[in-house]
């Protein structure tokens, strides 16, 4: 496995260490999907996609907070970005706890994803500090694969909360869990900048260093695809609730069916994690995106053949197929853009994650805006999006190989 420096934990803990890290964006989503509908009753939400705001808004925080936790990861050090994001992801936390209005649910949304960006970048930027290449690719698939049980349990978990107490109780969650990360993170895993490596900040050379991360063709590509993935995947994320609970009725059974879902996307994860090296991730992209825009056509002709709402078996089947080809595409996207950044790994994760929540933010919520008792806009969102990707794709090997060409 390609390393730049030696890794100080086993493979194993610093795996579920990074996963649990990077999982607490998934836990702070899925784990309040069950309580969307209580929710916008209980603080007298307009409509249901004021509701849907309480996921969707959560990640055009992480695109502000992303920009401002990578320069400082870059400068201060990765361990003291994951602890100021923690206690800024906890008071965020208490501020929706206490809401009594939706306008207040959604800035403590907000404050929680400026928070949590702090985390999820500089564990980004660890992984690039200790794995490269391929070796990264490794790292993220299995990470990506423990990465995803989280989605498979948050949503139960939060349904276990609502039968027994409050939906106030979720937030309480949220922070024993940021604690326990906290005191995981900081008893066991050492500072991987250190000091004679950081780049002192500056105005001039962060936008020197912006400008080459936003002007590099293939960095460029690979995030504007996944950003157009992502933007289709979040409007199914979004809408999962009212899609399963209204539109199919499956009241309880609602958690077990996205958990099914997300395991598809973590088995790809593992499929990934065990064939990256051998078939490297070029190939694994290129033939997950033929696979997902196969997914998504097939599934617009299921659509219509049904009047926008096939059977739930079928739909469920369909799903879990596509999903899988987007797993691929995720941990190996993300590393490819990653690939040319090393030197500026915390700004580069930050402006790639940033770009793409920017714009998938707005592909979802205009995606939903659309939806009125079919999946009509799902399907064609899924056909539109994806092929839209694999022309980013596309770009981007081809901007990649002319400058091999001219080295």
């Known amino acids: 496995m390609n390393t730049t420096s030696q890794p100080t934990l086993g493979l194993v803990e610093f795996v579920a260490l990074m996963a649990l890290m990077t999982s607490l964006v998934a836990l702070s989503i899925d784990a309040m999907l069950p309580a969307l509908n209580q929710i916008g009753q209980d603080l007298h939400a307009d409509s249901p996609h004021d509701a849907h705001l309480i996921v969707s808004i959560f990640f055009g925080g992480m695109a502000f ?4 936790f990578g320069p400082y990861s870059d400068t201060r050090g990765r361990r003291q970005a994951i602890l100021l994001g923690l206690v800024i992801f906890a008071c965020g936390s208490v501020v929706c706890m206490l809401a009594e209005d939706m306008t207040s649910m959604l800035i403590g949304r907000l404050i929680q994803a400026f928070g949590v960006s702090g985390p999820r970048i500089a564990a980004m930027a660890i992984i690039r500090d200790l ?3 391929d070796g990264m690719a490794k790292v993220m698939s299995f990470i990506m694969m423990v990465f995803i ?7 139960m978990v939060g349904q276990a909360v609502l039968l027994f107490l409050h939906w106030q109780h979720i937030f309480s969650l949220f922070l024993v869990v940021s604690l326990c990360i906290a005191v995981w993170f900081t008893s066991r895993q050492p500072e991987t900048l250190p000091a004679h490596k950081r780049n002192p900040f500056t ?3 962060l936008f020197e260093s912006s400008r080459f991360i936003l ?3 293939s960095v460029m590509g690979y995030t504007f695809a996944m950003a157009f993935i992502f933007g289709a995947f979040l409007s199914y994320l979004s809408a999962s609730q009212t ?3 209204e539109y199919y009725d499956t009241g309880h059974f609602f958690p077990l069916i996205f958990a099914l879902l997300a395991f598809s996307i973590g088995l790809a994860s593992f499929f990934n994690g065990t064939m990256v090296i051998r078939f490297g991730m070029t190939r694994l992209v290129n033939a997950a995106l033929v696979g997902a825009v196969g997914f998504a056509a097939v599934f617009v002709a299921t659509l ?3 009047d926008g709402l096939p059977p739930l078996t079928l739909l469920v089947a369909e799903l879990f197929t596509g999903f899988f080809f987007v797993g691929i595409l995720f941990g190996n996207l993300n590393s490819l853009a990653m690939q040319p950044l090393g030197n500026m790994a915390g700004l580069g994760a930050a402006i790639i994650g940033s770009l793409s929540s920017i714009f998938s933010v707005p592909i979802a919520l205009t995606i939903d805006s659309f939806l009125a008792g079919n999946l009509y ?3 064609l969102g899924f056909l539109f999006f994806f092929a839209l990707a694999a022309g980013c794709v596309k770009f981007a090997q081809q901007t990649q190989r002319i400058a091999s060409s001219e080295e």
């Open 65 to 68: 907070g992303q920009l401002f």
């Open 131 to 133: 794995y490269v290449g």
């Open 149 to 155: 049980l989280v989605p498979m349990i948050a949503p």
């Open 203 to 205: 105005w001039s050379k």
């Open 215 to 217: 002007t590099h063709g």
């Open 243 to 245: 899609i399963f609970q």
């Open 304 to 306: 219509f053949a049904f």
């Open 377 to 379: 806009p799902i399907g």
